[in-house]
């Protein structure tokens, strides 16, 4: 993304002749988030399936001031929606040159820091530092420090000669750091317990405490977090007054509507070849089943980026036929799904009861997704003229290595009929690739009516 221009007082002196007053973070990020509702600007842009769930919720939060920590399950957005608070920060917020924790320069708060405005007065240099800079993330692992987090003595700065007594020894952590900004810490229940202790100074007192000192530092930072809610309470915990500290417990899910659920999948996935949207209807649908299916463990939670990686892995495999089969266009079919079901069974967790029948479910419930897409878009054809012609003895061969025109080519002719038409008009099929798609999906679908067979084998589908 481009970036305004920096503003341009480099001194303190110039920065308040131009007007500039500090601001606390937590009204900053108020001022901008009314603003931008004021304005009818979406404060969330890229986020789907919460706009009246959770983003209110959140926006409540917010207003109030809260530190905040998101409970969902795996791939529900939880981390895009913590990075996309960067977007209610200002643009551009002056700090001391060369500060370790970004002060602002009419607030200083480190001994360093607070002696240098002492003897610069109006020439104290000032930088500008952007919203991007202003947002620190954290993964919660078991390893993680005091030190990494809050800080610890600087042996370097011992070393130098000064005393063990001496402010200036501490080497400040990832949160001191954040400070005038938001530090985000996924997996908080991964944090071993003592080091959930160091932090609540930070959520509460909003200073700091490094082995023997006692540093009041008047922090300004927002402090927001996510978990998984079965880590939330057996592999690991947030301790009680920990959890006391957060302002907002926000619950996330994952798309209510199917649209959404679509629209996530193509906002996320890196395509390299045309997938259809009906394909990314079924593995949508798929996704969802996934989520209600008895023989899958829902308290693991289905993904988004299952169906993400589905569609990624389809495109793949339509730019491969078309690499080696010299088609001039790549464009994903019904055949290419089979490929997804191959390397996406690891993203599940299945029941122990269901331990050897793990393909078995994916294909039930990939062509129970298949069904479902077929009659939304196909209700009312009428495919008598198709299904005689196969009953009759013709074959139609598909197949992954099977080009769009071959395929096209062997269909049968059903005389004046303008049924092939019609299928193709009813997904704005239009090209070849996309139109052998459109016909595929309707064989397909007489097939789960049980209107007509299939073998495959060999890498070709044949439906008779």
């Not at 089979?338 to 269901?354: I, M, N, Q, R, S």
């Not at 049924?419 to 016909?439: F, H, P, Q, S």
Request: glycine fraction near 8%; hydrophobic fraction near 40%.
């Amino acid at each position: 993304m481009t970036h305004s221009p920096a503003p341009t007082p480099r001194t303190l002196g110039e920065l308040r002749a131009a007007g500039h007053a500090p601001k606390p973070l937590r009204q900053e990020l108020r001022d901008n988030l009314l603003t931008k509702l004021a304005t009818g600007e979406d404060p969330w842009p890229g986020l789907h399936g919460f706009e009246d769930t959770v983003v209110p919720q959140l926006e409540r939060a917010l207003i109030a001031g809260h530190d905040v920590v998101l409970l969902g399950e795996r791939g529900q957005g939880k981390t895009r929606l913590l990075r996309t608070l960067v977007g209610l920060l200002d643009e551009w917020t002056p700090v001391i040159d060369g500060s370790d924790l970004g002060e602002h320069p009419e607030e200083p708060i480190t001994v360093e820091s607070q002696r240098r405005a002492a003897e610069l007065g109006d020439d104290l240099p000032v930088a500008w530092r952007h919203r991007d800079e202003r947002y620190a993330e954290k993964l919660a692992t078991p390893d993680t420090s005091v030190a990494d987090l809050i800080g610890d003595v600087d042996p370097m700065k011992v070393a130098e000669g000064r005393t063990l007594g001496d402010p200036e020894t501490i080497h400040f952590g990832l949160i001191p750091r954040s400070h005038r900004g938001i530090v985000a810490i996924n997996e908080l229940p991964d944090l071993a317990e003592r080091i959930q202790v160091a932090m609540l100074n930070v959520m509460e007192e909003r200073d700091i405490q490094i082995r023997g000192y006692v540093l009041r530092l008047p922090l300004d930072v927002l402090v927001v977090a996510s978990a998984n809610p079965e880590d939330y309470t057996n592999r690991g915990r947030i301790i009680t007054p920990l959890k006391d500290r957060f302002g907002a417990e926000i619950r996330t899910h994952y798309p209510v509507e199917l649209e959404d659920e679509m629209a996530v999948i193509l906002q996320e996935s890196h395509l390299v070849a045309e997938v259809p949207p009906y394909l990314l209807e079924i593995l949508a649908r798929f996704t969802r089943n996934l989520r209600e299916s008895s023989a899958v463990d829902q308290r693991s939670g289905v993904s988004a980026r299952f169906a993400i990686a589905g569609a990624e892995t389809i495109a793949a495999a339509a730019l491969h036929r078309a690499t080696t089969e010299g088609e001039d266009e790549a464009v994903a079919r019904v055949v290419d799904l089979e490929t997804a079901v191959d390397v996406l069974g690891g993203k599940v967790e299945f029941e122990t009861g269901e331990e050897g029948r793990e393909r078995e479910i994916l294909d039930h419930l990939l062509r129970t997704a298949t069904a479902e897409t077929v009659r939304s878009h196909f209700r009312g054809i009428d495919f008598a003229l198709l299904v005689d012609a196969i009953e009759s003895g013709i074959m139609v061969t598909t197949g992954e290595q099977v080009t769009a025109r071959d395929f096209l080519t062997g269909l049968p002719v059903l005389g004046e009929s303008e049924l092939y038409d019609e299928v193709c008009d009813r997904l704005g099929a239009t090209t070849d690739g996309t139109r052998a798609g459109a016909i595929e999906l309707a064989l397909e679908g007489l097939y789960l009516a049980r209107k007509i067979s299939k073998e495959t084998g060999g890498g070709e589908t044949v439906y008779g």
